[in-house]
């Protein structure tokens, strides 16, 4: 805890137990010498260094898994894998930070990558010492405070069990997982596919039994994105000849009817890794003006997206259209917002019925201004006669009509508490 009396960044950073004395001893003195931003930066540098190597002793090939990156391994350093943004999330999702703590810190990571972009120092903006108190004490509070941050190493235990042996839903382990929040099924269900696909003999075996067991209780509380990981990989086993694999993964699907995620082409994995290029650009720095090239990339793919890549490129579109607290690009946004009007209604009222619920970088966009008038703008001014209400219930039509009525309080509540069920339901 930091004291009540501990105001002043030089005060608050002597409770910094995860650093050393030396490292205290320089961001005070930067802090007296009116050199807040460096003081500032130097803080969360070093907090983001802490959070990913307690975060990278889960294994970095668990990591790719928890992220659903294929490409990264045991061998990935995860500086060049993870960035900030993720960093958080991740830790939001496995416990180690609380859902405060993340929010905070999402926060800090938007005033520190303003601060230092070439936009503030070109308008001669400067970081105030009461902001980068916050930053300070949001980064000892939430990282560098404690001694050592706790993962969930009983999760890590449950997936090597997965590979070794095919477990009974009544099994106490597994009756926990289905009880969990949603982030650990999408973790075990990229688990099993992975293994599915790169495994052989025993391991292969009992991933497949194991998500034979688990699909059908998964199954309603997954996200359409994670439906379309188990079509795709269905495509790609049968693709390679792994005739086991093959057999498994449709049966699997077969009891959930799922075949209506099974893509018709790999088209789709060309419009992924370009709209992932996206989402990395907005979060990173300069991102008003490195978004730019890459949403006209991603337009200039084709002007009907796949099915399988519908979710990630309209993500990718609404960052970019929607910006963030301190506006959006003067590039990009227009750009993103022509592709989001060539979207036909059938697919918004999809979005909204079925993906925006499970949207967790949108849905914590709302918390701020001027994202939620942004979409506000861009759905009372095309959506509100696409998307028939109707068609829409619970928090999702809550929201959609906040959005078309411009009741810019009332969206960030309910998108509050959406984001907040991605963490408890």
């Not at 259209?321 to 590039?331: I, Q, V």
Request: proline fraction near 3%; charge should be neutral.
């Amino acid at each position: 805890m930091i004291p009540n009396e501990y105001t002043q960044p030089q005060q608050i950073i002597t409770v910094a137990n995860g650093l050393t004395e030396k490292q205290r001893t320089d961001i005070a003195r930067a802090f007296e010498n009116q050199a807040y931003d460096m003081g500032a930066e130097y803080t969360w540098r070093r907090s983001m260094i802490r959070l990913k190597s307690s975060l990278k002793s889960l294994g970095m090939a668990f990591i790719g898994e928890m992220l659903g990156d294929e490409d990264i391994d045991e061998f990935s350093n995860i500086e060049m894998v993870m960035n900030d943004y993720n960093a958080i999330n991740l830790a939001e999702h496995l416990g180690a930070i609380s859902a405060t703590g993340a929010l905070k810190l999402r926060q800090s990571l938007e005033m520190i990558t303003h601060f230092l972009s070439d936009k503030a120092e070109k308008d001669g903006e400067d970081l105030s010492l009461v902001d980068a108190a916050q930053i300070v004490s949001t980064c000892v509070k939430y990282i560098l405070g404690e001694s050592d941050i706790s993962i969930a190493i009983e999760f890590s235990e449950l997936r090597k069990r997965l590979l070794k042996e095919t477990i009974s839903l009544q099994d106490p382990q597994i009756s926990q997982l289905l009880d969990s929040p949603v982030f650990y099924l999408k973790t075990i269900l990229s688990v099993l596919i992975s293994a599915v696909k790169n495994e052989k003999g025993a391991a292969q075996e009992h991933a497949l039994g194991n998500l034979s067991n688990l699909i059908q209780p998964m199954w309603p509380h997954i996200a359409e994105r994670d439906r379309w990981q188990i079509g795709n990989a269905y495509r790609d086993v049968t693709a390679s000849g792994n005739v086991n694999a093959a057999k498994g993964l449709k049966n699997a699907l077969l009891k959930v009817k799922g075949f209506d995620y099974v893509p018709e082409n790999l088209r789709s994995t060309t419009f992924k890794k370009a709209a992932k290029a996206v989402i990395e650009a907005h979060f990173g720095m300069n991102n008003f003006y490195t978004e730019g090239p890459l949403v006209l990339n991603l337009s200039k793919l084709g002007s009907s997206i796949p099915a399988p890549a519908f979710i990630e490129c309209i993500q990718a579109y609404l960052c970019v259209y929607m910006g963030n607290k301190w506006g959006h690009s003067f590039n990009a946004a227009p750009i993103a917002e022509q592709e989001l009007k060539k979207i036909p209604g059938d697919r918004w009222a999809y979005y909204f019925e079925k993906v925006l619920r499970n949207d967790e970088i949108i849905l914590a966009k709302l918390y701020s201004i001027s994202p939620r008038k942004r979409l506000c703008e861009f759905t009372t001014n095309f959506l509100s006669g696409l998307v028939g209400i109707d068609s829409l219930s619970g928090d999702n039509r809550k929201l959609f009509e906040a959005l078309s009525q411009k009741n810019i309080d009332r969206i960030g509540t309910i998108a509050k508490s959406m984001h907040e069920k991605l963490s408890t339901k």
